[in-house]
């Protein structure tokens, strides 16, 4: 799984398949769903993201022990969501 988001259209995408998408459903306002060809779930697609994400905190819980954490993924997560307002390097 992964999250991007693009400052430039205020959008996060939440990738859950390496699977293309061949199907979109908009669900409400701004939140459309992509599923494949199987009808399974692909990625989450969320509009002014900034407005209805809270970027500030990421919280995981009880992922499998197959899954592996990027290195430094609580770092690239905030570098990725505050693109206006950077820290300063030190």
Same mark, same amino acid.
């Given at each position: 799984?992964?999250?991007? @988001?693009?400052?430039?259209?205020?959008?996060? @995408?939440?990738?859950?398949?390496?699977?293309?998408?061949?199907?979109?459903?908009?669900?409400?306002?701004?939140?459309?769903?992509? @599923?494949?060809?199987?009808?399974?779930?692909?990625?989450?697609?969320?509009?002014?993201?900034?407005?209805?994400?809270?970027?500030?905190?990421?919280?995981?819980?009880?992922?499998?022990?197959?899954?592996?954490?990027?290195?430094?993924? &609580?770092?690239?997560? @905030?570098?990725?969501?505050?693109?206006? &307002?950077?820290?300063?390097?030190?």
């Amino acid at each position: 799984m992964k999250l991007n @988001y693009y400052s430039d259209t205020d959008s996060l @995408y939440i990738d859950l398949s390496e699977r293309p998408s061949v199907e979109s459903q908009e669900i409400s306002e701004g939140i459309v769903l992509d @599923y494949d060809a199987a009808g399974n779930l692909v990625g989450i697609d969320i509009d002014n993201a900034s407005r209805k994400v809270d970027f500030k905190k990421l919280t995981l819980n009880k992922f499998p022990a197959v899954a592996e954490k990027p290195q430094r993924w &609580h770092i690239w997560v @905030y570098e990725q969501a505050c693109t206006k &307002h950077r820290r300063p390097e030190s």
